[in-house]
């Protein structure tokens, strides 16, 4: 049996529902364990979903073998799953593919949702909004660093200007590279680097060094000013280590990447950071969903702060899917996303 549902708030049960029982509305099935890196956890054998009881989230799971595993991921992948799967799924420049499978994958939503912009040519005007430029030209998507051309059939390539700014500030780092989550490319005229965040927030550096390790990228403000540092970014570096704010350390190795690799491709650039409006007012105590702008525009001198926005996919959803005729599937998957078995975003 191979299980290929995608669940969502068509076919979820209420929040209220039977914490211990499966999240697919009315299941009857009585429940299993299966595997996961915090040990056995419940299993639902009809719907083959393993289910984390504490925040209701589940995992789509068809099995512990690599095709089984394979499969379960795609499941969460609703547009062009054949090309993800040839193409992204387990391609040695992509980190965390296996998270792909889970409910609150911020990797599925993404390219769920910019796979589809791409297809129906609808990123010239996400990049106006975002940048502030606007261009009839269509732009190059790259996901995760990979070049996307859904309806071409050769092997995905690392943006090479991303090639370069990795050898020159993360030589020998070994695990998970900064990897940005979309960039738009315009040759000539601009690039665009978008943060994307769902249910998660902009991670914020730690005040010691202690948890800098050999080999992976720095989680102190300290390391990380040391390692991306360049006589380009001098002035920034100096703001950064007086500025009163959380430091997003995150952000701040998007802004180093996105001045970096315009300078080398003499373009303007931009920076964006996307997330759910809905996750972050659920959590906007903690500093981690709170916004940003001010970190960065405290390190950029005033003529370049409109380089960064602040954007979020409710927003995306209003202004470039709600208003297309021919993203309608697109704007169901986003109106019935869910994310630890609720609605997920405030569309």
């Known amino acids: ?79 062009e799953p054949s090309y993800f799967g040839k193409h992204i799924l387990g391609h040695a420049a992509k980190a965390e593919t296996h998270r792909i499978c889970h409910e609150t994958s911020e990797d599925a939503l993404t390219w769920n949702v910019f796979s589809q912009l791409m297809t129906f040519g609808v990123l010239p005007s996400l990049l106006s909004s975002l940048a502030g430029l606007s261009t009839e030209t269509e732009p190059e998507l790259y996901l995760w660093g990979l070049r996307i051309r859904p309806h071409e059939s050769e092997a995905q390539t690392t943006f090479p200007a991303l090639q370069e700014a ?50 992976e990228k720095p989680k102190s403000l300290e390391g990380v000013l040391r390692r991306y540092a360049s006589p380009e970014l001098q002035s920034i570096m100096q703001r950064a280590r007086s500025t009163t704010t959380p430091f997003y350390s995150q952000l701040y190795r998007n802004l180093v990447f996105a001045i970096h690799m315009a300078d080398k491709l003499a373009v303007p650039w931009g920076l964006a950071n996307l997330v759910s409006k809905m996750q972050f ?29 602040f954007y979020s996919w409710e927003q995306l959803y ?30």
């Open 318 to 347: 209003a202004d470039h899917v709600a208003k297309t005729a021919a993203l309608t599937d697109l704007a169901a998957y986003m109106y019935n996303k869910s994310a630890n078995g609720v609605r997920a975003l405030g569309v």
């Open 166 to 215: 990795r050898n020159t500030f993360e030589r020998g780092i070994t695990n998970y590279l900064t990897e940005p989550d979309i960039m738009l490319y315009v040759p000539r005229h601009v690039l665009l680097l978008i943060e994307a965040k769902f249910t998660s927030g902009n991670t914020i550096a730690v005040k010691t060094t202690s948890q800098d390790v050999t080999g």
């Open 281 to 309: 007012d659920k959590q906007k105590s903690n500093a981690e969903f709170q916004n940003p702008t001010q970190f960065i525009c405290d390190l950029l001198p005033s003529k370049l702060r409109n380089s960064f926005s």
């Open 1 to 79: 049996m191979e299980n290929t549902d995608y669940f969502d708030m068509r076919n979820l049960a209420p929040p209220n529902a039977d914490p211990d029982s499966c999240p697919v509305s009315g299941c009857t099935a009585i429940l299993g364990t299966a595997e996961s890196q915090w040990g056995e956890m419940p299993y639902c054998p009809t719907h083959r979903i393993r289910i984390h009881g504490g925040s209701r989230t589940f995992v789509y799971y068809n099995g512990s073998d690599s095709v089984s595993k394979r499969a379960a991921a795609l499941r969460n992948i609703v547009f």
